[in-house]
């Protein structure tokens, strides 16, 4: 497990590792401030021959920055410490490990002033590289007055920059920037990565991310309460493929959806979830898109549901499982369906249909319609995967509010309507009804582009449909749907101009490289 903690839940750590484990603080200040000075090594060959400037707060993540300002001054680095506060308001650690580099003989310039922080441009364009100690977890209100000087001219200076912790600025629980906030190089987190490093726009203001241990045993990290996770597929278990399966060992799973000029959103499902190696696939569909999706994806089956003169489903066959005269193992419903009158029939009636199920697109906009359906609903397993805008109708909170704090609210909507929830979008979260959450970290704005939802629906409906645990499948299908985009655009010329068909050979390429658990 990877926990993503919260400022409140690592104070609490902190705390506990001082006081109950008995490691004393100064020895965790010790190894962070340490952690920092190995990176700025590893990744500055030359750092011995550049000046470095640390810019310190008043609270603990300005005593790591002065714990890192001692190591490089007795390395000989040429090291160079701004103190944001008045040193002598300093407390604690912090005061101590200031009292140690001061013993060394190291400078300390104080910017309390506005003459002092006229010089910040003239140190910034002298620094080789910039440590950001100003503010960790310990940011309680935006950030303004000479701390937003500082960081608005560090941010223009274009150096490299340390951030220690977090970039300042960033709230450690949303991501959100409380003012303003640094744009880092590097970010050297201490034992646990925070919800803000995997959550937009504070993962973009963190550059590469390092979790650095500091002698937090690790019973203290994985507390159950400690409910946020990163996803990552050491945690998976994929169930086994026999050498000698056929098609029918590997899940049924059907489609509904698709209407006019919408055709090409289930068969972009189907061809996803064959990829995640699905058995058989049949596409429900309205008769008039039934060659186009046929043609688009031959091995899939199709079945035509008579249509109204918009081209959207008929009232009478809202049970198409029935009609098929096969029991799917689990239905994908949305893609493309459109949202008239047959196609809210058809939601209610699946609504009451006891089979897993994956709900994505026009299927959420008809749930967001007569939400009472939701509450009633009798699938053993139910995913939605919404986008923000789609999860606003949904749970009544406007897209800034979701995007604002989207753990808070989407582990809310999980837990109080027992679904499975996806909400997409960059750093997408997963909340399970029995409270937990993972933040994904794969993907980039290659995403950014119609059908690429289409895609996630199949991937999660199509490992569903081969046995794995829902669980698995949601993180699973999740990941590796930004995994793939990630490898296109790294190998086929770029993130930008993406077509959701380019993830396809990338997603069977992930899907064989899982670990499989022994049948
Ligand atoms: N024992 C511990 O608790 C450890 C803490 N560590 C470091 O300590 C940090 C947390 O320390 P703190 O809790 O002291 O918090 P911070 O150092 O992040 O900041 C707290 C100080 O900043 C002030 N402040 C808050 N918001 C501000 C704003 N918008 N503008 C200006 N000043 C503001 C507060 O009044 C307080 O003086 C972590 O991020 C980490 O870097 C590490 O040294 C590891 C051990
Ligand atoms: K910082």
């Not at 950001?132 to 310990?138: E, N, Y």
């Amino acid at each position: 497990m990877q926990p993503l903690l919260t400022a409140e839940q690592m104070r609490r750590v902190d705390q506990d590792t001082i006081e109950r484990f008995g490691l004393p603080g100064m020895v965790l200040m010790e190894n962070a401030g340490r952690a920092c000075v190995d990176l700025l090594y590893a990744r500055l060959p030359d750092l011995a021959r550049r000046r470095v400037l640390i810019l310190c707060g008043g609270g603990n993540n300005g005593g790591d920055g002065l714990v890192i300002a001692r190591w490089l001054r007795d390395a000989g680095v040429d090291t160079r410490v701004v103190l944001f506060t008045p040193a002598d308001r300093l407390t604690g650690d912090a005061a101590t490990n200031q009292r140690l580099y001061t013993r060394l003989g190291g400078e300390l310039r104080e910017a309390l002033h506005e003459e002092d922080l006229a010089k910040l441009p003239s140190w910034l364009g002298h620094a080789g590289v910039v440590v950001d100690a100003l503010l960790g977890t310990g940011l309680e209100r935006a950030v303004e007055g000479h701390f937003a000087l500082a960081i608005e001219q560090l941010n223009a200076s274009r150096k490299p920059v340390l951030a220690v912790d977090l970039p300042s600025g960033i709230h450690a629980d949303t991501g959100q920037i409380l003012g303003c906030a640094v744009r880092a190089t590097w970010c050297v987190t201490f034992a646990a990565a925070k919800i803000a490093h995997y959550t937009h726009p504070g993962a973009e203001h963190c550059g590469e991310i390092t979790v650095a241990p500091i002698g937090i045993p690790r019973p203290m990290l994985e507390r159950p309460e400690h409910t946020v996770s990163l996803n990552s597929p050491a945690r998976w278990h994929p169930p086994a493929r026999s050498p000698a399966s056929h098609k029918g060992n590997h899940g049924h799973l059907l489609i509904l959806g698709g209407s006019r000029g919408k055709g090409g959103a289930p068969a972009l499902a189907a061809m996803a979830a064959q990829r995640m190696g699905s058995g058989l696939i049949t596409c429900a569909v309205p008769r008039s898109v039934q060659p186009q999706v046929a043609s688009l994806c031959p091995e899939a089956m199709t079945f035509a549901m008579d249509e109204e003169s918009d081209g959207g489903i008929l009232p009478e066959h809202r049970g198409p499982c029935k009609q098929l005269g096969f029991n799917p193992s689990v239905v994908a419903v949305g893609p493309g369906l459109g949202t008239g009158g047959g196609a809210a029939e058809l939601i209610a009636q699946l609504m009451i249909t006891p089979l897993p199920m994956v709900m994505d697109a026009d299927a959420l906009n008809l749930l967001a319609l007569q939400p009472g359906l939701l509450r009633a609903h009798r699938a053993p397993e139910l995913v939605l995967t919404p986008h923000p805008g789609e999860f606003s109708r949904l749970c009544g909170h406007r897209v800034e509010e979701i995007q604002a704090d989207r753990v808070t609210i989407a582990r809310n909507f999980a837990r109080s309507w027992r679904v499975w929830l996806v909400l997409k979008g960059a750093g997408t979260v997963i909340a399970s009804p029995d409270n937990r959450v993972w933040i994904n970290p794969t993907g980039n704005h290659g995403l950014a582009t119609g059908g690429s939802g289409d895609l996630l629906t199949g991937c999660i409906a199509g490992l569903m449909a081969q046995g794995w645990s829902l669980q698995d499948a949601t993180l699973a299908g999740v990941w590796m749907h930004g995994r793939a985009a990630e490898l296109s655009a790294a190998e086929q010329g770029g993130a930008a101009g993406m077509q959701s068909r380019d993830l396809l050979p990338y997603l069977r390429r992930l899907r064989n490289q899982l670990p499989q658990t022994t049948p």
